[in-house]
């Protein structure tokens, strides 16, 4: 069975930098084609894909926040990190972690971390 | 960057009744090798992650009803739920899996 789960703080202040970190059972980033996404979705708002990293450490970042993210991934404890620079209000959303592969989309999802920022 | 556009934004179907949404992307998403579409669907229910529907744009997942289908070509690309169901209240999201992912924006099924 395949589980993810999304862990760090619940509340961070503008200008600090997030670190969520994704740990998930069930798969190995040492396999061929196998990759972590993250996702985020802002309280009643659409799905924004983050960033994802895959087995041989290629990494993809979302244009639009790219200066911002890095991912990072630790094989042997079996967890992604992602960490999000100059946080601010309108970063508030729930972060996902879900598995992917090079040709495939996302599943199964973790059941996601709010994290909520303070101006 | 591929944009992936979906509408309506919302709809409101009768019990029984076919809901269709639709879902365009700015760009190509073939995958040539297999003449394949990288267009998921995933449906969100309240409090709930998202939950994959259909990949490939027409290939249901395991455990999925067959109420839902999925369809297209080129760039456009359909989601219809055949008869509506209580259970199928829900937001609906597109999402290209072409090099780098990308979500459409949501589209809200609701019972009239």
């Known amino acids: 069975q395949i589980t993810l789960k999304e862990s760090g703080p619940a509340l961070v202040k503008s200008t600090q930098t997030l670190t969520l970190t994704c740990t998930f059972s069930g798969f190995s980033l040492t396999t061929t084609g196998v990759g972590v996404g993250w996702i985020r979705q802002p309280p009643g708002g659409a799905l924004e894909w983050l960033a994802l990293?895959?087995?041989?450490?290629?990494?993809r970042y979302s244009p639009s926040l790219r200066s911002r993210l890095t991912i990072t991934k630790d094989t042997f404890k079996n967890q992604v990190v992602l960490t999000m620079t100059n946080m601010d209000p309108v970063d508030t959303a729930t972060y996902y972690c879900?598995?992917?592969?090079?040709?495939?989309?996302?599943?199964?999802w973790g059941q996601g971390t709010l994290v909520t920022v303070s101006s | 960057d591929i944009v992936m556009t979906q509408s309506p934004d919302s709809l409101a179907v009768s019990l029984g009744e076919r809901a269709t949404i639709n879902c365009k992307s700015s760009?190509?998403?073939?995958?040539?090798?297999?003449?394949?579409?990288?267009l998921a669907w995933y449906q969100q229910k309240p409090g709930q992650p998202p939950k994959l529907l259909i990949n490939?744009?027409?290939t249901r997942e395991s455990g999925i009803p067959d109420r839902f289908s999925g369809s297209g070509s080129g760039t456009e690309f359909t989601l219809t739920i055949s008869s509506l169901q209580a259970e199928d209240v829900a937001v609906y999201y597109c999402q290209s899996h072409y090099r780098t992912p990308a979500f459409g924006q949501g589209t809200k099924v609701e019972i009239k």
């Open positions: 490939w744009a027409s």
């Open positions: 990293i895959y087995w041989d450490d290629d990494k």
């Open positions: 760009q190509s998403i073939l995958y040539s090798p297999s003449n394949k579409y990288y």
């Open positions: 879900a598995l992917t592969t090079v040709i495939t989309s996302f599943d199964p």
